[in-house]
């Protein structure tokens, strides 16, 4: 790699994030989402940043009375905005990695997000596992996938890491950058920072800890030549929004002064996976 590489993906998902759980507690969330991403959009087109989009397949589809679970409205805006990627976060928000998710009912999920994105002239190419949960890479190569985010820092089960990320959360550190590799036939981008929301004790993260974080993890990535990959879900953006929104422009204001400088390079999913397979 030339230069440091800045990545975004969003993994849109409304209720279906939680169709298995507690879903009700995040009904007026999931209500709240479409004007949070109608203004990331408008950061997008202002800074020129290319996304990912990683949508659950569910919101392909036009229901207006179940807002919180049919969202063609939202494709349809993502559509319109140049450099946006719509890549596939599943069907059903289906945990890949577990046991009942067999090989077949990995490809009914696979093949229908395929379908329903093919008759909106979209040509899936990016994958996000749910929960960060990889596994049935074949069937994503099979159906034409190129490249899939990798597991990341946050995906741990080690109780003594999840104390350190906890602690973490509240300081500026930096996070890991990465450089793309081949994994089973298809590019893996791992994450780097996961950019959380302020629900529960997160509230309590101070104003700009979350900027100066991803602004490390940007200066490491110009630094070492890797990609710096912060993804993040819309629907985390819709508490305190304004202080969230302000952090993320702050984000993409300073990756796109480092874009002008010539060190660092901006890319979908979908432009790293092209670029360096």
């Known amino acids: 790699m030339k230069k440091g ?3 975004l993906s969003l993994d849109t998902e409304l209720l279906w994030g939680r169709h298995d759980g507690n879903w009700r507690l995040f009904e007026k969330n999931a209500l709240r989402v479409r004007p949070v991403i109608k203004k990331l959009l408008q950061l997008f087109k202002k800074y020129k940043i290319p996304a990912t989009w990683a949508i659950v397949g569910h919101l392909f589809l036009r229901n ?3 807002p919180g679970w049919y969202a063609s409205d939202v494709v349809k805006a993502i ?15 289906t945990r890949f990695g577990s046991t009942p998710c067999t090989k077949e009912r990995a ?9 329903l994105a093919k008759k909106e002239n979209i040509k899936l190419e990016s994958f ?28 741990t089960r080690s109780p003594l890491k999840k104390i350190q990320l906890l602690v973490d959360l509240f300081m500026p550190t930096g996070s890991p950058v990465y450089v793309p590799k081949q994994t089973n036939g298809l590019i893996e981008i791992p994450g780097s920072f996961y950019f959380l929301s302020a629900r529960g004790f997160r509230r309590y993260i101070p104003k700009n800890v979350r900027f100066r974080k991803a602004k490390r993890g940007i200066d490491r990535a ?29 984000i993409l204001a300073y990756a796109c002064e480092l874009r002008k400088e010539g060190v660092l390079s901006i890319h979908n999913m979908r432009q790293i996976a092209k670029q360096y397979s």
């Not at 559509?79 to 059903?92: L, Y």
């Not at 996000?128 to 995906?155: A, M």
């Not at 110009?222 to 422009?249: C, G, N, R, Y």
């Open 64 to 66: 207006d009375t179940l």
């Open 128 to 155: 996000v596992f749910p929960y960060n949960s990889v596994r049935h890479l074949d069937i994503l190569k099979k159906y034409g996938f190129i490249c899939f985010r990798g597991d990341d820092q946050y995906s």
């Open 5 to 7: 590489v800045f990545c």
């Open 107 to 115: 490809e009914i999920e696979i093949r229908e997000c395929v379908r």
């Open 222 to 250: 110009v630094a070492e030549k890797k990609i710096f990959h912060m993804w993040t879900h819309p629907i985390d953006l819709t508490i305190q929004s304004e202080d969230l929104l302000d952090d993320i422009e702050q």
């Open 79 to 93: 559509k319109q905005v140049d450099g946006q990627e719509i890549g596939s976060h599943s069907f059903f928000h």
